[in-house]
């Protein structure tokens, strides 16, 4: 279990900053580890060649929102509860900021749209029908 100190920090995902320096990239076995260890080799292998350099800004620049306006949207989180990339402890002190947030979890890694696409739907409409009840 991550300590509440640790999990402030930023995730150890193998990411490294890419040559342009605006942007993070990982290598394909790193990505395979943290993000599709779970899913089938192949799947996997194409899944870490197609990664792109990401920007590190929306990572480091927090964003301004009106008092409420995220709290009064209707929303959901699924906690992966075996994430490499963000642990599940991780995972679930963000949902717990997060007012009103409706959570819930299942087992897999960081990438269930591609290691388990069917469950991960069922969760997704379970979840989108468990938001629309509270709501109306």
């Known amino acids: 279990m991550e300590s509440p ?10 990411a490294f900053a890419a040559a ?9 076995a790193e990505a395979q580890h943290f993000f599709f260890h779970d ?3 192949d799947v996997a292998a194409r899944a870490a ?11 480091l620049e927090s964003a301004d929102l009106s008092a409420g306006a995220v709290d009064a949207r209707p929303r959901g989180y699924i906690v992966m509860r ?3 990339a963000l642990s599940p402890e991780r995972q679930r002190f963000f949902a717990a900021r997060c007012r009103g947030i409706i959570v819930t979890e299942i087992d897999g890694g960081h990438s269930p ?3 388990q696409p069917a469950a991960f739907v069922d969760t997704l409409c379970s979840l989108e029908t468990r938001i629309a009840a509270r709501t109306s």
């Open 82 to 84: 075996d994430d490499r």
């Open 49 to 59: 060649a197609s990664l792109t350099p990401q920007p590190l800004r929306p990572l």
């Open 5 to 14: 100190s640790a999990i402030r920090q930023p995730p150890r995902t193998g």
């Open 20 to 28: 342009d320096g605006a942007s993070h990239t990982m290598d394909p």
């Open 39 to 41: 899913c089938a080799t």
């Open 113 to 115: 749209f591609l290691a």
